[in-house]
């Protein structure tokens, strides 16, 4: 049975950081990403050489993957209030896009409030 378990959301100050977890199991998939609520923020695939970011975070966030733990990672920094938001790792058997309709797999979310 696959899993998607997120963890490390919370509640920052402006400028501060945070890093989300995505624990998968159940099978690998080709195609990971973060989105916050049904907008797209950053995808990888399972070997990590394709990356791609929502515009707004270019720059301030990381997608990464441990292939050994089967864990994807999202590193926040210099969060803003905007990045408020429920953020939910998504998995798919296709190539990572932005459409979040195209992944198979989610996680059940995970609360990130950013204050000013």
């Known amino acids: 049975q696959v899993q998607l378990v997120e963890s490390g959301g919370g509640s920052v100050q402006a400028g501060d950081s945070l890093r989300l977890s995505c624990a998968v199991s159940g099978r690998s998939f080709n195609a990971y990403a973060w989105f916050r609520q049904r907008e797209f923020v950053a995808s990888t695939s399972w070997g990590g050489?394709?990356?791609d970011y929502a515009d707004s975070v270019k720059g301030r966030f990381t997608i990464s993957r441990d292939n050994a733990k089967n864990t994807v990672y999202l590193q926040m920094n210099s969060l803003k209030p905007e990045d408020t938001a429920v953020y939910y790792c998504?998995?798919?058997?296709?190539?990572?896009?932005?459409?979040?309709?195209?992944?198979?797999?989610w996680g059940q979310g995970t609360q990130v409030t950013v204050s000013s």
């Open positions: 998504a998995a798919g058997r296709g190539f990572p896009v932005v459409a979040a309709g195209l992944y198979d797999y």
């Open positions: 050489a394709s990356t």
